[in-house]
């Protein structure tokens, strides 16, 4: 494809020549067009934390969010909400029906 100027690929391709230089300069400073990792808040469960919840939820499946919160606070002495909670078992497609091992995933 070779080196071409902002212009002429504005041109060819309808995109605003504002974009174009701001991913060239971008290209030109970084080496790629990948956003940065590492920014942003951190998670607060992190994975020690979250295999711990899977285990909770393993052994009794009718556990309830202030149940499990207070797990969390005891054995990994996190204090985190219940929604904060909610947010996390979504995030990992967990099923809140009776008979949720035989529901399908919802990208099935």
């Given at each position: 494809m070779g080196v071409r100027s902002a212009r002429k690929i504005h041109r060819?391709?309808?995109?605003?020549?504002s974009t174009i230089s701001n991913q060239l300069k971008k290209l030109?400073?970084?080496g790629s067009l990948q956003r940065r990792q590492g920014n942003g808040r951190k998670r607060?469960?992190?994975?020690?934390?979250?295999?711990?919840?899977?285990?909770?939820?393993r052994r009794n499946s009718e556990v309830t969010?202030?149940?499990?919160?207070?797990k969390?606070?005891?054995q990994c002495k996190l204090t985190v909400s219940t929604s904060t909670i909610s947010r996390?078992?979504?995030r990992l497609e967990y099923l809140n029906e009776p008979y949720s091992h035989f529901a399908c995933?919802?990208?099935?």
């Amino acid at each position: 494809m070779g080196v071409r100027s902002a212009r002429k690929i504005h041109r060819d391709t309808k995109i605003p020549l504002s974009t174009i230089s701001n991913q060239l300069k971008k290209l030109r400073t970084q080496g790629s067009l990948q956003r940065r990792q590492g920014n942003g808040r951190k998670r607060k469960i992190d994975a020690k934390c979250a295999r711990a919840l899977g285990q909770f939820i393993r052994r009794n499946s009718e556990v309830t969010l202030h149940e499990l919160t207070e797990k969390l606070q005891n054995q990994c002495k996190l204090t985190v909400s219940t929604s904060t909670i909610s947010r996390h078992l979504n995030r990992l497609e967990y099923l809140n029906e009776p008979y949720s091992h035989f529901a399908c995933r919802p990208r099935c």
